[in-house]
């Protein structure tokens, strides 16, 4: 299986539910809008993430990457985090400090996320600190008594994040998903939900959950594959396997090792200049988002999702991720020159709009790391002689920026 859901709803009535996923391939799933704050561990074996995503009001894209596992707590409209206002998490999220093992800082507190089926745990333990407030609140019900309609309209926003009217769209979509989920007719669901008729839920669902009812069948146990991706793209996948399949259901055969990089922004322009660096370069796949999944997350169809390209024989896929993982120093490519002319070529295009730095290390504009060097410097600085090994270290450290060749090689040689 591609996709591992779960999702189950607790007894406790501050929670609306948990779910939990774990892909085996790379694959993008749309998130439709809901009405909850949730508490969501992301989890690999060497790094955990603790993210609180306020309500959204509506759908948006995710890439599922092999390797890491989701665990989500989802709390009813109405119940509160302490010190974040609902209001200011609306269509937003935040990120806490996580060590690996899942325990999370909040409010000065160290907190241990739970696994899928003890989610329970963590939410009555914020509630005994005083981190969880508030009830659960239904868009339908009566103001209160003694509070008028603008005052309970006040209430409801500053409790939920949401206008009464938009609680009640989220609220009932949100039925509508659980409904046609368990399968129930459209027509029936729209017809027990207030919807004028089935054209009516149909919009809305799209609207808010970026599928059609027909499509909803399927979701989330059946999210997009990486091969629907590639649906509009002209340029075909590598290989393929099972090619008795369908060509909606075949899936994209991955080499073992690929380097995964997460831009924020959009990664054409950075893919090209790239390739256009090396002798043996190659774009060899680009994945475009297919017309629902643009309209959801509101970019034009065809826009660049991915793109899998080659330098030198090794591997990359650049994916525009989004703003959620940044790229950072602490992973480069190093590319090893033959000359000088060689190293300025390199070092002139890549450090155009980014950072230097020094030894040779350079930021592009997009964040990516790069270290440009020598073919002969590893050889030299590994010299079993340590006074010449000492001497290549000592003028590489002095430079700042590009390294000088010929000054490395008289360094080497002791001139």
């Not at 509506?58 to 599922?64: G, V």
């Not at 329970?120 to 600190?129: F, G, K, R, S, W």
């Not at 939920?160 to 989920?181: D, F, N, V």
């Not at 909606?248 to 924020?264: A, G, Q």
Request: hydrophobic fraction near 40%; proline fraction near 6%.
């Amino acid at each position: 299986m591609e996709l591992v859901w779960r999702e189950r709803t607790p007894e406790l009535e501050s929670i609306a539910s948990v779910w939990a996923a774990r892909a085996a391939v790379i694959m993008q799933r749309i998130i439709p809008a809901n009405p909850c704050i949730s508490i969501i561990l992301v989890k690999s074996e060497m790094s955990a993430e603790v993210i609180i995503r306020g309500p959204e009001t509506k759908p948006r894209s995710e890439i599922l990457l092999p390797g890491y596992t989701w665990i989500g707590i989802r709390l009813r409209p109405g119940v509160r985090l302490k010190n974040l206002p609902t209001q200011q998490l609306t269509d937003k999220f935040r990120t806490l400090p996580t060590s690996v093992n899942g325990q999370f800082e909040f409010e000065g507190t160290l907190l241990q996320f739970p696994d899928f089926n003890n989610a329970e745990q963590l939410i009555e333990q914020m509630y005994d600190l005083g981190y969880i407030s508030g009830k659960a609140l239904n868009s339908q019900e009566s103001p209160q008594q003694g509070m008028s309609s603008k005052s309970y309209s006040r209430f409801i926003k500053q409790s939920t994040g949401l206008p009464p009217y938009k609680l009640h769209q989220l609220q009932r979509i949100s039925e509508a998903l659980h409904l046609l989920r368990r399968g129930t007719p459209a027509a029936t669901v729209a017809s027990e939900l207030g919807f004028t008729d089935q054209a009516h839920l149909t919009r809305a669902a799209k609207q808010f959950l970026g599928h059609t009812p027909k499509e909803l069948l399927r979701w989330p146990h059946k999210p997009l594959k990486v091969s629907k991706i590639y649906k509009n793209n002209p340029v075909q996948p590598r290989r393929l396997k099972n090619n008795n399949l369908n060509k909606e259901e075949r899936i994209v055969h991955m080499p073992k090792v690929v380097t995964f990089l997460w831009f924020e922004g959009p990664i054409e322009e950075a893919v090209n200049l790239y390739v256009s660096l090396f002798k043996d370069a190659k774009i060899t796949h680009t994945s475009r988002l297919t017309e629902v999944v643009a309209k959801a997350v509101g970019l034009e169809a065809g826009t660049v999702q991915s793109m899998d390209f080659e330098l030198n024989g090794q591997r990359f896929c650049a994916l525009m991720g989004g703003p959620m993982y940044k790229l950072t120093e602490a992973v480069s490519i190093q590319v090893h020159c033959k000359d000088q002319a060689e190293i300025d070529k390199f070092w002139d295009v890549l450090s155009k709009g980014g950072k230097v730095m020094s030894c040779g290390w350079v930021t592009d504009k997009w964040g990516l790391t790069w270290q440009i060097m020598p073919d002969n410097l590893d050889d030299m600085m590994r010299d079993p002689d340590p006074a010449k090994a000492n001497r290549v270290s000592e003028a590489m450290l002095a430079m700042e920026g590009k390294l000088d060749k010929a000054a490395l090689d008289k360094a080497y040689k002791g001139e």
